[in-house]
């Protein structure tokens, strides 16, 4: 693996591997600490859903701040992930009806319906946060990477937006968040290294 150091827009705009290497624990933590909120009682729909932006902007603009201006990276992904849960809701209805020939008693139908379900919510989530990344970046590697990257954070996101005690796990609602957040990291990381034009 190589990763080439490269100015971005400007002064000031200056990113390495040395930046991005926190970009796979940020998104653990964040996820780890949205999937915890099922430990408290808290407002459920629209707090829940800005708080949950709130962590995950803040610490993965933190990383990027050299790249991004922060508040304007918090502000489009709770933005984002507003809108991501509209698109994942109605793409989850759409799939199902089209996968309902496999019966929705099948294991097969559940995971299908819900992972594209979720990589429509990341895909839509990119697009929104991708609104903050330099001009000289593209696009397309980034959306790929949140969208194959989101499914992965399904069993956090339903710790963190369901009551205490509703969801049972082997594991620890953190533990599955660090989990989560470990993959999603990853392949959303090399998504932003290609968006960037960093060589992986």
């Known amino acids: 693996m190589r990763i080439d150091a490269?100015?971005?827009?400007?002064?000031?705009?200056?990113?390495?591997?040395?930046?991005?290497?926190?970009?796979v624990p940020a998104c653990m933590v964040a996820v780890a600490a949205g999937a915890s909120l099922s430990y408290f009682t808290l407002g459920a729909g629209a707090p829940r859903l800005?708080?949950?932006g709130l962590i995950v902007g803040l610490l993965q603009g933190l990383v990027l701040r050299r790249l991004v201006r922060v508040r304007y990276w918090v502000s489009l992904?709770?933005?984002?992930?507003?809108?991501?849960v509209v698109a994942g809701v109605v793409t989850v209805v759409a799939a199902g009806l089209l996968l309902?020939?496999?019966?929705n008693d099948s294991q097969v139908y559940v995971v299908l319906t819900y992972s594209i379900g979720a990589a429509s919510a990341g895909l839509t989530a990119g697009l929104i946060q991708g609104g903050a990344l330099p001009p000289q970046r593209r696009l397309l590697p980034w959306l790929v990477?949140?969208?194959?990257?989101?499914?992965?954070l399904f069993p956090a996101v339903l710790f963190s937006w369901s009551p205490s005690g509703a969801v049972s796990a082997p594991l620890p609602a953190w533990i599955v968040g660090l989990l989560g957040g470990l993959v999603y990291g990853v392949i959303s990381g090399v998504g932003l290294?290609?968006?960037?034009?960093?060589q992986v």
């Open 6 to 23: 490269v100015s971005l827009s400007g002064p000031g705009h200056f990113i390495s591997m040395g930046a991005l290497a926190f970009w």
């Open 50 to 52: 800005v708080l949950d």
């Open 77 to 84: 992904t709770i933005i984002g992930m507003g809108l991501a």
């Open 100 to 103: 309902a020939p496999i019966g």
């Open 145 to 152: 990477g949140s969208a194959c990257g989101a499914p992965f």
């Open 193 to 198: 290294l290609r968006a960037l034009r960093l």
